[in-house]
């Protein structure tokens, strides 16, 4: 791949221009690029500095920032060993004095390596052990790690070598004034009528085919929610063009069942609508249905991290809102087994047991189990009185806090070399 003075030629900003900041998100789902929407938010509110952002990498999420003002993506080499010459010259062509960088460790070494301050968002630190240390830029200029429901000490014994690490809260988009206070969703009582189906994490790193989960899950929902009484549907998510599209059967779709990606404020405005969200267990996704009070229902989980959110999301509410995979398919136990060594250990295992069942002869037997998992989950989630007990556990302030870690490192950052 050419180098990014290749592909993106641009002048240096004069020293009267805006400070620039990078922006960069992990290429493994849509949460990271949440988080740096809220993020931008926040310091729209609070910079008395005129800042300009450049993003970085993050080519999954750049949709999903649309309505900020992002001066600019350039694109990272595939080849590891180019990740560091690159940097230097995004760097040094754009003036780069800050970053702030959600979960893609490689990315936020080699922005440090170049000089650059930065600030590095870990939403997912109950997951980590000694096998991912090497990962983990547990130098950055402030190592922002998200409050969690539960913290194991093998984690706790990696993140304390971090040189400058500051515990946030939840680091989404503020609710909407329209959210109810005190945990009482509105019209509480009243039968489902309109869903929103979320997927995200489907365009990982190592994930051979983004369909398979799809595949087996996407018809078992919308079979479920019909069988239940919705009447309205949005599929979104970062699902394989048209694919949506093709898994609906109008025969046993809910009768307005549409779909396509929403940009991060679309969504939010989607999910405060509805009456109840299906999600793939992502964290901030859960959050942000927290914050609003939304009725969630926790779907199979894609990946490791998805395991914890989703029972983090059911002991927080007091129910079992998780529909699990048939023990045929996958053991959760067996991928948190495995946690120890890596996540990417668990994240084969977990990948492979998707895709092999995917691809054999039990694919039907598998929906007709998910499909009654989503109804059994939909009928529990009837008893719920405080959906916002997750994100109350962990704050709302992240956002704004992440944005205050930034704004001071650009108070105390000398010239660049």
Known sequence: MPSIAARHSAAPAPRSAPVTVALVGAEFGWGSSGKLSAVLAALQDRSALPLRFVGLA?????????????????????????LGPSVREFVRSQEVRAAVVVLDGAAAKALLAAGVPTVFVDSLPFLWSEGDRPALPLDATVYCAQKSVELPPECLEVLADARELRWVEAVIARPRASAPEGGARRNTGRPYRRALVSLGGLRAPNLADPEHYPRLVVPAVLEALAAHGIEEV?????????????????????????????????????????????????????????????????????NLSQIFNGRYHSRALGAPLRVLWPKEVLVEEDAVALR????DHALRLIYGAIAAAARGDGRQAVGHALRDGVLDALRRSAGVEDWGALTTTVGTGGAAQVADALLGVLGTAGPLA
Not at 68 to 75: I, K, L, M, N, S
Not at 283 to 288: H, N
């Open 234 to 302: 949005h599929i979104a998510g970062n699902l394989p063009r048209d694919l949506a599209g093709r898994l609906v059967d109008s025969s046993t779709a809910p009768p307005r069942t549409t779909a396509g990606p929403l940009g991060h404020g679309a969504f939010l405005e989607r999910l405060d609508a509805c009456d109840v969200l299906l999600t793939s267990p992502g964290l901030t996704t859960l959050l942000e249905a927290g914050g609003l009070d939304v009725p969630t229902v926790c779907l199979p989980p894609q």
């Open 58 to 82: 993050s080519g999954l999420g750049r949709p999903l920032l649309a309505g900020h003002a992002v001066d600019g993506w350039y694109d990272l080499p595939d080849d590891p060993g180019l």
């Open 340 to 343: 120890s060594e890596s996540e």
